[in-house]
């Protein structure tokens, strides 16, 4: 358990600091988050009430357990840990008129599609991005600055139509919480003075990726006392691509009142680690370079191995692990690290074939799926019409509702393009009609896409044939599976190698569905637990500290962790970095910094290997580690695949890199 007795000096001065602005800036394991929790402990101890605001969710659970362990009961209710997401939810939920939180991938782009999103220069994805970003940097659709160009007139009137729609359905996206509390906060001194009046003082860790609106509620609600503690590392800033505002937090700093504190002393990892993290992080002249002072031994030298391909990587990390387990390591000590999710899929497959346990920080919401979305989207637009005769929900306005029919439109795929859905749509309103009415009007039999509607339509029929009268709302999955070859189209939809765990989803979905007398049920009862989806992940993460498990992660949600082992995987041109971010200005050095952020994660070792295929193309060694003096060693990984890859490969030395056996 932290406590005062071990701290150094500097860390007891912002330790012991009480009262005014401070800050603390230090590199990676310098015990800042370490500074942030015996601080708000002791301020909590002696009464203050604070606001401590992590990065993810994740952070927030982890820095509760630490207070807890601290804190006795009374103590530990004068801390309130949270995002700023869910500060600003809970904000507008107490403060605001009731709202839908827009967590639906599909309807939002439904919406956009509605703001005819899809007509102007780049389409829906590329508009939805804008918007966000914008929203990110706080500007909304009021007082967005329109440029002298077409393109961007027609983006700013797309936005407008968009919003609207959403005021009219009662929507708020994820990247509107921050932004409206700011707002509120700036034009409602009474809602201010209740929310502000809750705390004290306010700390905020990590906080070299707050966006603008992010600091702007912080300072509101720090605005009377001042007591604003930020904590942070300009090197480990990875969210400049959604508008991470990092001048802030170098003005706070260097305001005469702000007293700043600087952690120089590493005590996370070994010397030879935080050489190589420190020799990486150089490469970008522009920084301003924090001095490390290392407190722990040499350590193993950083390894470097090369693999022809993902699958053998993954075998050869597998292989490693079971190494170091049979040496006394436990799997939790260990994790994966990568640049993109899609990297995690050799592991996962692999890991699975090694008998390693392991888990995900993305795993992602059971909702959110795909297939699981379609299968919504069907149980969405039949819902209003259960139980109900073909008459009456043909007279009923909020029958079989544009949206959700948008939405099932591809699903499964009916090669019908996004620009019929846009046609749909326009003929409807010009006609002042659901889509569902007019879709009779398509029925040219020589035409491909009328040909597909026409199908669509009696398979809708079909269904909402049988819908009417049903036992439970699994009934309805299974209507809609029959119907539709759904179960056909899982199989063969291209590009997902998982289609049996894509079926198996549908299966589980259908038989949760059973459960429900109506699909009106059902929908209620999953959206209760996709508003529970942030507790749901908190309880995750504490599970997950109990499991015995190798973490698989990508580098972003592996900031302020740290384990024993770390291999970093995939350090390959087009991967790390990234194959969009090498075109962009300060695309580089943002991919250096999640760099950075991986190898920095380690304590006692750092695994690094590079592929020298992926997607089945060639790529060369990443640009991050061509001049840092790594040494591959021969290899030793299993004779089978030595013996395999040796035939194909010229360097078998270099190819397999032999760091993670003994010899
Ligand atoms: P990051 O930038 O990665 O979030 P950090 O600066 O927040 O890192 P912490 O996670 O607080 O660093 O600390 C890193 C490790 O060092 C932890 O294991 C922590 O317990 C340990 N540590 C911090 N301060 C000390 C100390 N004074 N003596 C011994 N160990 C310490
Ligand atoms: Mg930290």
């Given at each position: 358990m932290a406590t005062w007795e071990n701290l150094s000096e500097n860390q007891r001065a912002a330790v012991a600091h009480t009262d005014g602005p401070c800050a603390v800036y230090a590199g990676p394991g310098s015990g800042k988050t370490r500074v942030v929790t015996l601080r708000a402990a002791r301020l909590a101890a002696t009464g203050k009430r604070l606001l401590v605001t992590t990065f993810t969710a994740d952070a927030t659970e982890e820095m509760r357990s630490r207070l807890t362990g601290i804190l006795d009961k009374v103590q530990a209710k004068n801390v309130t840990v949270s995002t700023m997401h869910s500060l600003c939810l809970q904000t507008l939920k107490a403060h605001g008129k009731p709202f839908h939180l827009l967590t639906d991938p599909h309807l939002q782009r439904n919406l956009a599609e509605s703001a005819k999103a899809a007509e102007i220069e780049g389409g829906v994805k590329a508009f939805l991005t804008q918007v966000s970003y914008q929203k990110n940097l706080g500007i909304n659709h009021k007082t967005y600055k329109v440029e002298n160009s077409q393109e961007d007139r027609d983006f700013l009137r797309c936005w407008k139509d968009y919003e609207k729609i959403k005021v009219e359905k009662n929507y708020r996206e994820f990247d509107d919480l921050i932004l409206d509390v700011s707002i509120l906060l700036d034009k409602d001194e009474e809602v201010r003075l209740a929310v502000a009046g809750r705390f004290s003082h306010i700390i905020v860790d990590e906080c070299q990726d707050m966006n603008f609106p992010q600091y702007s509620v912080a300072f509101a609600l720090g605005r009377d006392h001042k007591n604003v503690m930020l904590v942070g590392d300009l090197d480990q800033s990875l969210y400049a691509f959604r508008g991470a505002d990092t001048r802030t937090f170098q003005l706070f700093s260097q305001n005469n009142q702000t007293r700043v504190y600087e952690l120089r002393e590493n005590y996370r990892s070994t010397r030879s680690i935080l050489q190589f993290a420190d020799s990486l992080i150089r490469q970008d002249e522009e920084r301003r370079p924090i001095e490390f002072v290392p407190t722990?031994?040499?350590?193993?030298p950083v390894s470097w191995n090369r693999f022809p391909d993902p699958d053998i990587e993954a075998l050869a990390v597998g292989e490693e692990i079971l190494h170091l387990v049979k040496r006394g390591a436990k799997f939790r000590e260990i994790a994966v690290l990568y640049r993109t999710n899609a990297q995690s899929e050799a592991f996962e497959r692999n890991f699975a074939a090694l008998e390693i346990p392991y888990t995900m920080r993305d795993d992602g919401d059971f909702y959110a799926r795909k297939e699981v979305q379609g299968i919504l989207s069907y149980l969405n637009f039949f819902a209003r019409v259960e139980g109900k005769s073909a008459e009456a929900a043909l007279t009923d306005p909020e029958a079989f509702p544009d949206e959700w029919l948008l939405a099932l439109l591809n699903v499964p795929s009916r090669k019908l393009s996004r620009v019929v859905g846009a046609q749909l749509r326009h003929t409807a309103e010009f006609r002042l009609k659901r889509i569902w009415e007019i879709l009779p009007l398509f029925a040219a039999d020589d035409l491909k896409t009328h040909r597909a509607l026409r199908a669509m339509r009696e398979e809708l029929s079909t269904i909402g044939g049988r819908v009417a009268q049903l036992e439970h709302a699994g009934e309805a999955i299974r209507h809609i599976r029959a119907a539709t070859n759904f179960d056909h189209w899982l199989k063969t939809d291209e590009g997902d190698e998982r289609d049996n765990d894509r079926l198996q989803n549908i299966q589980r979905m259908q038989a949760a569905a059973?459960?429900?007398?109506t699909i009106k049920g059902y929908l209620a009862a999953v959206q209760k637990v996709r508003d529970e989806a942030a507790r749901r992940k908190s309880e995750r993460a504490k599970r997950r500290r109990e499991a015995d498990e190798v973490m698989l992660s990508t580098g972003h949600s592996a900031k302020g962790l740290e384990w024993r082992y770390v291999f970093a995987v995939g350090w390959s041109e087009e991967i790390l970095p990234h194959r969009r971010a090498i075109s962009e200005p300060n695309g580089i050095s943002e991919e250096r910094r999640i760099a950075y952020v991986i190898a920095t994660r380690a304590r006692d070792a750092l695994h690094i290997s590079t592929l020298d295929t992926w997607n089945d193309a060639g790529v060369a060694p990443s640009r991050f580690i061509a001049g840092l003096n790594l040494i591959a060693s021969p290899s030793r990984i299993s004779e089978a695949i030595e013996d395999e890859t040796r035939i194909e490969s010229e360097k078998p030395e270099i190819t397999l890199g032999g760091l993670f056996m003994e010899v």
């Open positions: 722990r031994d040499e350590g193993d059973a459960h429900y007398p």
